[in-house]
C-alpha cells in the first residue's frame, strides 16, 4: 500500500505563489499518473494537473501558464509549482497517483489547503 502526504499549502496573497509537494510512502515507479485536483465547498472535485510517467503533462485551461507540475522519482515526490495565484484558486488540494503496477489503482492524499486572498 502506498500513502500519499501533501504539504505546502496556506494562506497567500492574490498575485503570489506557493509551491505544493507530494510525498510518497513507497516508490512510484508503478504510478502510471499522477495529478493534482482541487476542491471547493459545494463543487465536485477537479484535475488541476497531471504528469505520466513519460513525463507527458495536462494542465486545465484555468491554471495553464501559471502552474507547473513535475515529480521527482528519486525522492518519489510530485511538486505542483503555483504562480499568479488568484482568489479563485483557493481551495483543498489533493495529490492523486494512478498505479498499474504494485499497488494497483487510485491512491489519494490527505489534501492540503491553498487560499489565496484578494
Known amino acids: 500500500q502506498v500513502q500519499l502526504v501533501e504539504s505546502g499549502g496556506g494562506l497567500v496573497q492574490a498575485g503570489g505563489s506557493l509551491r505544493l509537494s507530494c510525498s510518497a510512502s513507497?516508490?512510484?515507479?508503478?504510478?502510471?499518473?499522477m495529478g493534482w485536483y482541487r476542491q471547493t465547498p459545494g463543487k465536485q472535485r477537479e484535475l488541476v494537473a497531471s504528469?505520466?510517467?513519460?513525463?507527458?503533462?495536462y494542465y486545465a485551461a484555468f491554471v495553464k501558464g501559471r502552474f507547473i507540475i513535475s515529480r521527482l522519482y528519486a525522492k518519489n515526490t510530485l511538486f505542483l509549482q503555483m504562480n499568479t495565484l488568484k482568489p479563485e484558486d483557493t481551495g483543498m488540494y489533493y495529490c492523486?497517483?494512478?498505479?498499474?503496477?504494485?499497488?494497483?489503482?487510485?491512491?489519494w492524499g490527505q489534501g492540503t489547503q491553498v487560499t489565496v486572498s484578494s
Open positions: 492523486k497517483a494512478h498505479f498499474i503496477a504494485g499497488p494497483k489503482g487510485d491512491h
Open positions: 504528469v505520466t510517467n513519460t513525463d507527458s503533462t
Open positions: 513507497g516508490t512510484l515507479i508503478g504510478a502510471k499518473t
